[in-house]
């Protein structure tokens, strides 16, 4: 008894430190612990973001089909942004680790100053275009006019705040390459929370506020993580932390610039290469109507609410590789990346389980799915769900080379993988066997896990080991 109270008490105080944000060294002392340092807060961070994607979706759902449409063909084409902030957060994940593993915090800091600027000048232009734009992009997807006119208000707005994503996406990779991630999880609670009360009152009206329908889900979207980034930016000046910025980082290094625009060129490809594919994916779903991209829509919020903790433990890989290889271990990184990786598997493993067999209370429960969306959202569910084991690898896997900063390597996969066999495998399956949507999930479970076998492979030959960042 006295042993398990014991284990008890160390479980809490490491959990208590993982949430406080206290600095620790990732590069000696037990890697079992040093991933769950890290991963519990990077979790959490995962967690809250998942769930607003999910709450988002229960309150848009009660609006009608035409609503989710909305979402379900507006997210694809925002992927685009999401890839790009992402990209440019692998890099100055891998920038910042790396320079961490080398106890060298001022550069690390100066590296976290230039990507601010790169994620600014990124953000602008792509906000004019987008918001110029909606009522075409959404016509590009498939979307019908009656969708359009309801939705395009909805797809202005999350392109016009689209630097509130740059920035709360690349601040939180800043903080989590430092060995900080507490830092990014509270940003994103704060944005989180924020947006999951603000949500119903744009969306359905309280008092003065009128009722904004979709379109007020974008708004309170933007205003939460606008708020969070304010939150980063406290945090990143305020000089308690091992990274801040002081006036000595603010100076254009363009050197530094031109090694992020390096690393994130990749990062960012291989989330480009995937949102492509997803926009494809959605075409081929559009084609059965809105009920069927409804159906998806649901199901895929129910997955990213899963698959995002997921992220997490592979975000943990990422920071330990870059600081360790810093330090130079790379043996030590290799291992924290198969550890992460197998309790990563044991994780997705019992999600799979219970998507195959509660699929349909889930869907009822969450968004009071109509019977012609239970269907297509219940075969997404069970079908994609089949590739989770492999899943957790490739996740982890890909997660690692981008944290040592050999991004090229995963997004070669990807361009392989996603392009050259999931789109004519989605379109075959789909239209030619005539498997409708069932065929594009097909692709997604078959895809994914091909993507995580071609990544082991590679890893096991160790040349990441030898990237310079």
Same mark, same amino acid.
């Given at each position: 008894?006295?042993?398990?109270?014991?284990?008890?008490?160390?479980?809490?105080?490491?959990?208590?430190?993982?949430?406080?944000?206290?600095?620790?060294?990732?590069?000696?002392?037990?890697?079992?612990?040093?991933?769950?340092?890290?991963?519990?807060?990077?979790?959490?961070?995962?967690?809250?973001?998942?769930?607003?994607?999910?709450?988002?979706?229960?309150?848009?759902?009660?609006?009608?089909?035409?609503?989710?449409?909305?979402?379900?063909?507006?997210?694809?084409?925002?992927?685009i942004?999401?890839?790009?902030?992402?990209? #440019?957060?692998?890099?100055i994940?891998?920038?910042?680790?790396?320079?961490?593993?080398?106890?060298?915090?001022?550069?690390?800091?100066?590296?976290?100053?230039q990507?601010?600027?790169?994620?600014v000048?990124?953000?602008?232009?792509?906000?004019?275009?987008?918001?110029?734009?909606?009522?075409?992009?959404?016509?590009?997807?498939?979307?019908?006019?009656?969708?359009?006119?309801?939705?395009?208000?909805?797809?202005?707005?999350?392109?016009?705040?689209?630097?509130?994503?740059?920035?709360?996406?690349?601040?939180?990779?800043?903080?989590?390459?430092?060995?900080?991630?507490?830092?990014?999880?509270?940003?994103?609670?704060?944005?989180?929370?924020?947006?999951?009360?603000?949500?119903?009152?744009?969306?359905?009206?309280?008092?003065?506020?009128?009722?904004?329908?979709?379109?007020?889900?974008?708004?309170?979207?933007?205003?939460?993580?606008?708020?969070?980034?304010?939150?980063?930016?406290?945090?990143?000046?305020?000089?308690?932390?091992?990274?801040?910025?002081?006036?000595?980082?603010?100076?254009?290094?363009?050197?530094?610039?031109?090694?992020? #625009?390096?690393?994130?060129?990749?990062?960012?490809g291989?989330?480009?290469?995937?949102?492509?594919?997803?926009?494809?994916?959605?075409?081929?779903?559009?084609?059965?109507?809105?009920?069927?991209?409804?159906?998806?829509?649901?199901?895929?919020?129910?997955?990213?609410?899963?698959?995002?903790?997921?992220?997490?433990?592979?975000?943990?890989?990422?920071?330990?590789?870059?600081?360790?290889?810093?330090?130079?271990?790379?043996?030590?990184a290799?291992?924290?990346?198969?550890?992460?990786?197998?309790?990563n598997?044991?994780?997705?493993?019992?999600v799979?389980?219970?998507?195959?067999?509660?699929?349909?209370?889930?869907?009822?429960?969450?968004?009071?799915?109509?019977?012609?969306?239970?269907?297509?959202?219940?075969?997404a569910?069970?079908?994609?769900? #089949?590739?989770?084991?492999?899943?957790?690898?490739?996740?982890?896997?890909?997660?690692?080379?981008?944290?040592?900063?050999?991004?090229?390597?995963?997004?070669?996969?990807?361009?392989?993988?996603?392009w050259?066999?999931?789109?004519?495998?989605?379109?075959?399956?789909?239209?030619?066997l005539?498997?409708?949507?069932?065929?594009?999930?097909?692709?997604?479970?078959?895809?994914?896990?091909?993507?995580?076998?071609?990544?082991?492979?590679?890893?096991?030959?160790?040349?990441?080991?030898?990237?310079?960042?």
């Amino acid at each position: 008894m006295s042993k398990i109270t014991a284990s008890s008490k160390s479980l809490y105080s490491h959990i208590r430190s993982a949430l406080r944000g206290e600095e620790h060294d990732y590069t000696a002392g037990s890697i079992n612990k040093a991933i769950f340092l890290l991963a519990v807060p990077m979790i959490a961070e995962m967690v809250m973001e998942s769930t607003f994607a999910l709450v988002d979706m229960i309150f848009v759902s009660r609006l009608g089909v035409e609503a989710v449409a909305v979402v379900g063909l507006t997210e694809p084409v925002m992927m685009i942004i999401y890839s790009m902030a992402m990209g #440019l957060g692998m890099a100055i994940t891998a920038i910042v680790a790396r320079r961490i593993g080398e106890k060298d915090p001022k550069q690390a800091s100066d590296a976290a100053f230039q990507a601010i600027v790169i994620a600014v000048l990124l953000a602008i232009p792509l906000g004019f275009l987008g918001y110029a734009y909606s009522g075409n992009i959404l016509r590009f997807m498939g979307a019908t006019e009656s969708v359009i006119s309801q939705g395009s208000g909805f797809t202005q707005v999350m392109f016009a705040g689209n630097l509130s994503i740059f920035l709360l996406f690349l601040i939180n990779a800043i903080f989590r390459g430092a060995g900080n991630p507490a830092i990014a999880m509270r940003s994103l609670f704060l944005s989180n929370g924020l947006n999951i009360i603000l949500d119903p009152i744009f969306i359905f009206g309280l008092g003065p506020i009128p009722a904004m329908g979709v379109e007020g889900a974008a708004i309170a979207t933007v205003i939460g993580r606008s708020c969070g980034v304010l939150y980063q930016l406290y945090h990143l000046l305020d000089g308690s932390g091992i990274i801040h910025l002081t006036k000595e980082n603010v100076v254009m290094r363009f050197q530094t610039v031109r090694e992020i #625009l390096v690393v994130a060129a990749s990062g960012a490809g291989q989330f480009l290469i995937e949102s492509a594919s997803w926009i494809f994916l959605a075409q081929v779903i559009a084609r059965f109507g809105e009920t069927a991209v409804a159906g998806y829509t649901l199901a895929f919020r129910v997955i990213v609410f899963t698959l995002l903790p997921s992220f997490g433990i592979a975000n943990a890989a990422a920071t330990l590789v870059g600081q360790n290889l810093g330090a130079k271990q790379p043996e030590r990184a290799e291992t924290s990346v198969w550890k992460a990786a197998l309790y990563n598997t044991f994780f997705l493993f019992g999600v799979s389980v219970v998507f195959f067999v509660f699929a349909d209370p889930i869907l009822r429960l969450l968004f009071n799915a109509k019977e012609a969306e239970l269907v297509v959202g219940r075969s997404a569910l069970q079908i994609i769900c #089949l590739g989770y084991i492999f899943f957790s690898y490739g996740m982890v896997i890909g997660q690692a080379f981008n944290g040592a900063g050999d991004t090229f390597t995963p997004m070669m996969i990807s361009l392989v993988v996603f392009w050259g066999i999931q789109i004519p495998l989605a379109y075959g399956l789909a239209i030619y066997l005539d498997w409708k949507s069932n065929g594009v999930f097909a692709s997604i479970a078959i895809c994914h896990s091909l993507y995580a076998i071609a990544a082991i492979k590679l890893f096991k030959r160790g040349k990441w080991k030898l990237t310079k960042v």
